[in-house]
């Protein structure tokens, strides 16, 4: 007896006894689309009729030099008797025709592999009694010259155009503008000469044998599996050559018979909310096609529930089951014929972050899943995503009031995007590329060979299209703000612009989109930043803080970011950079001139001047981490950073001295030569500090230990800004942190002169405060001489910028604007080393530092400060190295809480 080459759908049970129960080499049996509809059968959802030809039986045919293997078409046909027994329709039958679609699918989706054949068991005889049994030429021969157009096309390759070419010589002598108004003659008449084209292309007539028609698709499928296309797709992706595709043939069904027929696509949930309601368009008497191509304007599917009753309560209970099942939000499609239910596909569906968070949530709370599932689905990208910028209401509302308001449509990916109009992708794409501008691409409808505009553009508008469309799908899955389906939107390709009523915006000129509302303003709309009150998402976050080990740190340096960061869920301050309070403009003068004295009485002065300053600040962020500890680092970068720039100070310096030789009296001469000797003084001072290397000079703790004064001042605000807070009932927890530590001694040194003003200030304020010393490690000598420093340190913090610039050798703001993207462009560097820690290297050297560190100080705390703390590929590895805490930027404070329950939860299984 012959192998077994052909599975009906409802034979999943006899696949499964095959293969021996593995889930993995059904799908390799079946291909994913064979192995879903199969599945599909078994869990009781509607699907048409069908059956599938086994990807052993595409590996035989190709062995055999195209042939089919022995039993295949025995077994095919007795499949196919059995579908018309239960159809009660038979292949080829002129009265009452089996219609048949064949379909490629390998065990991997994968394109470049041939595509789908509709309406199979189509010629003269089967038009005519179509013709006859349903009375409406119309159908009948729209079906046929689709399968002539895609067989042609799909199986022989005849270029599509040619046969499109047809259809719009057509419209034009019939005089309409679209397909839908073409009658049962018109298209009579089209598929005679889609025939023609059919002979003239392949030296052969269209094969009317249904049986015949049906072998040459099911070859060409299996043929496609060696296409130069499906073999370099294979070998990019590193898919195995010898796995074949399946074949799947279905029994066709129709949406448009009526207007009890119809076609649609579904999600089961909203995919821009995450809304529990199914969510969907559909056309009433339409093909598939029609829904996707967007041109007759779809109905929302709630539509659905009047218009035919019964349908929509089956689709309810259809889409239940596809999510008990798949424990998944899902995609489908379907096909309504003569009011029967029919799904053709489903699949995970796409959704915004904001969709993806709820989904996620609510589907724990309906018991569908846990919440480790529920944290392992939304990635820590997607809440990035869910941060990204929004209108600002009050600016939206005056926008209105201003009638800005532009037009509605559909919002299918939220967030806020404000930019200037371009009606082409390779414009976009310049304009955003080229010329840094922010752009939104507007389109009727988008194609695959759009995306380069889309990926370039802040938001994305099309004037046709749905939910499901080209433009939402990629949209959503970008995170770029999107709204589609504006039909009172008039994209005039000749003039550049856009009209809509009597408001006309050229290309060039700028418009704000909101993908979350679906409107579209004229001009600049001001954006904010969202609040962290998503319901779903807190509570998703709640669940992360169950499963984290890691605590999550915020790196501020003023209380307001502090607030937001304790808003977000930061449990401490792991980085107070202080010099940016340097930087403020009442203060720098003094900076400078502490830089500047030549005295050190002077210095000492200017050092004095900056001590309230900075107990100010000290103090409030101390009030806002109330009971949390606070990471301030002392003074870190280099001094000249403080100072004018060496090439303006030449020039002012060179400017001066000719306005001196013109100057018109003595007054100005003793003015100007004031200004000149003070500007060459400072210059004298640039000169001096210069450094060839200033990120390897005169910075962090060595700048510490030239100006002890500098840190001790510090040392001084934090401690009375301490006991000021600790006096108002405050809970205060300090730590002092020294900078780019290299040498034990050089720790020694600081920790000595520290302690003593710290507990000389203590004294004077009659109070004990309690505080920790630590340092970062972001030198590789730190790391490696890691456990002489923690025998002085009772805190280590990562400080990866540092330490991937020393580490590497490489500048961080140099190489980024140079060869660093060359090399990740180039497959040198994987990926960007200042983006995620590099395992291989500094991981190596954190490791090291976080096993050396604990050997001689057991109790030491660890942490990373470095912008990596905020990187979900970073948490992972600093989960796993055992590290205390993260800090990040109080923004990625929400992504780094659920990167670290994923971290936690990874690591258990
Ligand atoms: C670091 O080097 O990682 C760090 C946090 O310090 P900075 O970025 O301020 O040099
Ligand atoms: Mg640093």
């Not at 977000?568 to 900076?591: K, N, Q, S, W």
Request: proline share 4%; charged share 25%; glycine share 8%.
């Amino acid at each position: 007896m012959s192998k077994k080459w052909v599975y009906r759908f409802n034979e999943l049970d006899a696949i499964e006894e095959y293969v021996d129960g593995s889930w993995d080499d059904v799908r390799g049996l079946l291909g994913g689309k064979g192995a879903n509809l199969a599945e599909m059968v078994r869990i009781g959802v509607p699907v048409p009729d069908g059956f599938t030809i086994t990807t052993e039986a595409c590996n035989e045919y190709l062995s055999l030099g195209e042939h089919l293997p022995d039993g295949l078409w025995e077994q095919l046909t007795s499949s196919l008797s059995e579908i018309e027994v239960a159809t009660g329709k038979t292949f080829g039958d002129p009265k009452n025709p089996l219609l048949l679609s064949c379909r490629s699918g390998a065990k991997f989706s994968m394109p470049g592999m041939m595509d789908t054949v509709l309406n199979l068991g189509m010629n003269d005889e089967t038009v005519a009694g179509l013709i006859e049994s349903t009375g409406d030429a119309r159908v009948a021969y729209d079906l046929y010259r689709r399968l002539i157009q895609m067989f042609g096309s799909v199986v022989m390759h005849i270029p599509d155009g040619k046969f499109e070419e047809v259809i719009s010589r057509k419209r034009k002598e019939v005089g309409v503008k679209t397909d839908t108004e073409l009658t049962g003659e018109h298209w009579m008449a089209v598929t005679e000469e889609f025939k023609n084209v059919f002979r003239f292309h392949t030296h052969h007539h269209f094969p009317t044998e249904p049986y015949a028609q049906l072998q040459m698709a099911t070859e060409a499928v299996f043929m496609s599996w060696n296409g130069k296309r499906a073999f370099d797709y294979r070998n990019a992706a590193g898919i195995d050559h010898k796995l074949g595709t399946a074949v799947t043939i279905v029994a066709m069904v129709y949406g448009n018979l009526g207007d009890d027929s119809g076609t649609g696509v579904a999600l089961t949930r909203s995919g821009t909310t995450g809304e529990h309601r199914i969510e969907g368009d559909y056309l009433t008497n339409a093909q598939g096609e029609d829904v996707v191509a967007g041109i007759r304007k779809t109905k929302d599917l709630s539509a659905l529930k009047f218009e035919m009753p019964e349908v929509h309560a089956e689709f309810e209970r259809v889409a239940v089951l596809l999510e008990n099942h798949y424990r998944e939000m899902q995609d489908v499609e379907f096909t309504i014929e003569k009011g029967k239910l029919w799904m053709l596909q489903t699949r995970d569906g796409k959704r915004t972050s904001q969709a993806a968070v709820r989904i996620a949530v609510e589907m724990v709370e309906e018991g569908l899943i846990t919440k480790e599932e529920a944290l392992m689905r939304v990635t820590p990208d997607l809440i990035d995503f869910f941060f990204h910028p929004q209108f600002d209401t009050q600016a939206m509302k005056d926008a209105a009031e201003d009638d800005k308001l532009l037009a509605t449509g559909l919002n299918v990916s939220p967030g806020a995007a404000v930019g200037i109009v371009a009606l082409d992708a390779n414009l976009a794409q310049k304009w955003a590329k080229e010329d840094g501008k922010n752009v939104i691409m507007v389109r009727p409808e988008t194609r695959p060979d759009d995306v380069h505009g889309m990926l370039a553009a802040q938001g994305i508008v099309t004037s046709r299209g749905g939910r499901t469309s080209h433009a939402a799908l990629v949209a959503r899955q970008f995170g770029t703000p999107a709204v589609v389906g504006v039909d009172e939107m008039d994209i005039d390709f000749t003039r550049r612009q856009i009209r809509v009523g009597n408001k006309v915006i050229r290309e060039g000129e700028y418009i704000s989109v909101d993908g979350t509302t679906g409107e579209i303003f004229l001009g600049q709309i001001e954006t904010k930043q969202p609040d962290i009150k998503d319901e779903w998402l807190l509570k998703l976050l709640s669940w992360a803080d169950e499963f984290r080990t890691l605590g999550v740190w915020a790196n501020a340096d003023y209380p307001v970011d502090a607030t937001r960061a304790r808003e977000y869920g930061a449990e401490g301050i792991g980085l107070c950079r202080t010099e940016h309070m340097f930087m403020e403009p009442e203060r720098l003068p003094l900076v400078q001139q502490m830089i500047l004295a030549e005295m050190e009485l002077q210095r000492i002065e200017a050092i004095k001047a900056l001590l309230p300053f900075q107990r100010e600040d000290f103090t409030g962020l101390f009030r806002a981490m109330d009971g949390l500890p606070v990471v301030i680092r002392l003074i870190d970068p280099p001094l000249h950073e403080f100072l004018p720039d060496h090439v303006s100070l030449v020039k002012e310096l060179s400017d001066l001295k000719i306005q001196l030789q013109h100057a018109p009296n003595l007054a100005v001469i003793d003015d100007l030569l004031e200004q000149v000797r003070v500007k060459e003084k400072v210059l004298a001072r640039v000169e001096l500090l210069r450094e060839d290397n200033p990120m390897l000079g005169m910075r962090g703790v060595r700048l510490g230990n030239h100006f002890p004064d500098l840190p001790r001042m510090q040392v001084r605000a934090i401690i009375e800004a301490a006991s000021l807070v600790t006096k108002e009932g405050g809970d205060v927890r300090p730590e002092i942190m020294i900078p780019l530590t290299s040498h034990v001694n050089e720790l020694i040194f600081q920790r000595e002169l520290l302690e003593v003003e710290a507990k000389k200030v203590m004294e004077e304020q009659g109070i004990e405060i309690s505080y920790k010393f630590g340092t970062m490690i972001e030198i590789p000598r730190a790391a490696l001489t890691a456990d002489q420093l923690a025998e002085h340190a009772e805190f280590f913090s990562f400080g990866t910028n540092d330490l991937t610039q020393t580490t590497y050798g490489i500048s961080r703001d140099d190489a980024e604007q140079g060869f660093l993207i060359e090399y990740m462009v180039n497959g040198i560097l994987p990926e960007n080393p200042f983006e995620t820690i590099d395992r291989d290297g500094v991981g190596q050297l954190m490791k090291m530092a976080v096993e050396k560190g604990r050997k001689t100080n057991p109790d030491i705390k660890l942490g990373i400060c470095g912008e990596h703390g905020g990187e979900a590929k970073s948490i992972a590895l600093c989960h796993e190295l055992g590290l205390n805490y993260v800090s990040c930027s109080p923004f990625r404070v929400p992504l780094a809480r659920l990167a670290a329950a994923r971290a936690a939860i990874a690591g258990k299984k």
